[in-house]
């Protein structure tokens, strides 16, 4: 049996054993999953004990992916580019190989579960965090029209954008419509909404929220009352599980029937 693990704080919400669980099943691998509370003083000796006593792969989520992507001998380009790590492996000489999963996860989502292709389309990305970093590298390889970046504050767009080579903008000059909204910025955890103009969008606009919840968010709805359509992140959450199990196990499940399963067990 290969052995796995997710580590976080806090951890207990997290899906992930389910979701990968589901993928074993559909793989017919043997695969145990399991959660793993992060301790904030200890993490990288948690990390080295977890490989030391036989694991294969772990998935990292918040607050450690900078201290993974630290920790690491080697890395993806995308673990590069998003500065952050949400993957990892154990390499033959015992090396710790470090990837990042989320923005192929993201696209993945949007692209093949979802039918909404990116090459060529005008595309806005909401927020300039570490979560829209570890995301524009994979967008930018479906070769947008135009990808643009808009922040509350426009320093971090700007470095953003500077890193990247894409257009970046302020929620006063930014102008529309877009053809792909995406929304990651951290205000739907909080229940906000970003200045957004309604000139942003328009009926054939499709927008994407990274945050999940049992009801649209505020960006959600905001969009779907101004006659736009699309989806929050749930796919994003299966979809990058999906990759992390690939580079384990060398398979891609079939992430649809992952999502259904998450989104009925939501409602
Ligand atoms: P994460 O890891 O989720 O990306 P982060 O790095 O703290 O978290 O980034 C949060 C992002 O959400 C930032 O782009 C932040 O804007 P600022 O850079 O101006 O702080 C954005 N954000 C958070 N709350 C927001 C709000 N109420 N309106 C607009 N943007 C918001």
Redesign the pocket.
Known sequence: MDLYAVIGNPIEHSRSPEIHHAFAVQTGRDVKYVKMLGDLDNFEQQVRDFFADGGQGMNVTVPFKQRAFDMCDKLSKRAEQAGAVNTLVMGKNGELYGDNTDGAGMVRDIVKVQSQPMKNKRILV???????RGVIGPIQLQEPYSLTVV???LE?AEELARQFNCDYASFDSVKGPFDIIIN????SL?G?L??LKDSLLNSNTWVYDMVYGTKPTVFMQWALERGASGSDGLGMLVCQAAEAFFLWQHVRPEQAPVIEQLRAEMS
């Open positions: 909401i927020g300039a965090g570490g979560a829209v922040n509350r504050t971090k990651g910025s951290s205000a909080g906000d970003p200045p």
